[in-house]
């Protein structure tokens, strides 16, 4: 029964089916990993402000080469919180300008913080807004704390796209705080990550806002991962759906030079002269063809006794026209055998008249 699908085309319909459905899954696959990456991002997210700080040193590579960053951590490290300690250096304190939170537009202020083995790691220690004199006007900055400091924060990866870099209000002036890009204008090996200050000891001035941090969508990447798993079932249930129907005869096309049934030959013919819907059984497709020719023969013998009824009307007609005729003759005889008495009787007056003269 299901023999043709050996035929090369449904090989070939086989074979697209499969590759299909294995792409399908594989980009489901891919989904779901993106999927599980982001979710462990918001839980280190939300986990920030209940899980111990680990030292940075233990998750970072530390850099070897001054002016340049350090090897950059994957978004597996994204978040991580941890702690490290040193002296900051404002002399290469950095203004990344244009930076929004909750709709205002202001500045973060990301200061090198120097380690004992004279390695360094950028830390952001805040958000400050704009000053009244616009966007190119110098910001109100509260000086970083001398001394050591201890700082917990937030493993931040490098941003892309990096933005070209200024010397501006006798700061490092930059749109994109990108860490291998910043890293040559310092004169110190740079860690590859940079630190989302959200404690500080000594404290962090007041004045400083505490960068706000957004979660990943990470339901879209399970959502299109069930939509391609769905897709490869779509492919492989078409396939089966279209054999199991070829199988049945139900799929199979009318053949070419198959004769079409003629169209009903006027607007009282019968149903059954109609074209009947294919039901894939060619004997009783037959069949119901040649019972179709019957009832047009037996349309026709009505059509032709039909026929034989009005020549029979028109032969009672023509009778009926020589009654008529045969009746206009017997009253023109009658007419005219009352003018004769009547001129009979006017001859038996005159008669009488004249005898009585006499």
């Known amino acids: 029964?299901?023999?043709?699908?050996?035929?090369?085309?449904?090989?070939?319909?086989?074979?697209?089916?499969?590759?299909?459905?294995?792409?399908?899954?594989?980009?489901?696959?891919?989904?779901?990993?993106?999927?599980?990456?982001?979710?462990?991002?918001?839980?280190?997210?939300?986990?920030?402000?209940s899980v111990q700080a680990v030292p940075m040193t233990s998750v970072l590579a530390k850099p070897a080469t001054a002016g340049?960053?350090?090897?950059?951590p994957g978004k597996d490290l994204a978040w991580t919180k941890v702690t490290v300690t040193g002296r900051y250096d404002p002399q290469h304190e950095i203004q990344a300008r244009g930076r929004t939170v909750d709709g205002d537009v202001g500045y973060e202020i990301v200061t090198p913080l120097v380690l004992d083995d004279g390695t360094a790691v950028l830390v952001d220690r805040g958000w400050i807004p704009a000053p009244a004199g616009g966007a190119l006007a110098a910001p109100s900055v509260p000086a970083a704390p001398t001394g050591t400091v201890t700082v917990v924060g937030q493993l931040h990866l490098s941003e892309s796209r990096p933005a070209p870099i200024e010397r501006r209000n006798g700061r490092l002036d930059t749109r994109r705080i990108t860490v291998p890009k910043l890293a040559?204008?310092?004169?110190?090996?740079?860690?590859?990550?940079?630190?989302?200050?959200?404690?500080?000891?000594?404290?962090?001035?007041?004045?400083?806002?505490?960068?706000?941090?957004?979660?990943?969508?990470?339901?879209?990447?399970?959502?299109y991962a069930v939509q391609?798993?769905?897709?490869?079932?779509?492919?492989?249930?078409?396939?089966?759906?279209?054999?199991?129907?070829?199988?049945?005869?139900e799929s199979k096309p009318r053949s070419p030079g198959a004769a079409r049934e003629p169209a009903p030959a006027s607007a009282g013919a019968a149903a059954s002269d109609r074209p009947q819907a294919r039901s894939g059984d060619r004997v009783e497709d037959h069949d119901r063809r040649r019972t179709a020719s019957g009832d047009r023969v037996d349309d026709y013998d009505r059509r032709q006794a039909a026929s034989g009824d009005r020549v029979e009307e028109y032969d009672r007609r023509q009778a009926a026209s020589g009654d008529r005729v045969e009746e206009?003759?017997?009253?023109?005889?009658?007419?005219?055998?009352?003018?004769?008495?009547?001129?009979?009787?006017?001859?038996?007056?005159?008669?009488?008249v004249e005898d009585g003269d006499r």
């Open 1 to 49: 029964m299901y023999r043709f699908l050996l035929r090369p085309r449904w090989l070939a319909a086989a074979a697209f089916a499969l590759a299909a459905a294995s792409v399908m899954v594989m980009l489901g696959n891919w989904q779901l990993r993106r999927y599980e990456e982001r979710s462990a991002i918001n839980d280190r997210i939300d986990a920030a402000d």
């Open 328 to 352: 206009y003759d017997r009253r023109k005889a009658a007419a005219l055998a009352a003018t004769g008495d009547r001129v009979e009787e006017a001859d038996r007056e005159r008669a009488a």
């Open 68 to 72: 340049s960053s350090g090897h950059a």
């Open 228 to 249: 391609w798993w769905l897709f490869a079932v779509m492919a492989l249930f078409a396939y089966g759906y279209y054999a199991r129907k070829e199988a049945r005869g």
């Open 184 to 223: 040559p204008e310092m004169p110190y090996p740079v860690y590859g990550a940079y630190v989302l200050l959200t404690e500080q000891t000594p404290a962090n001035d007041a004045a400083f806002t505490r960068i706000p941090i957004d979660h990943e969508d990470a339901w879209q990447n399970g959502g």
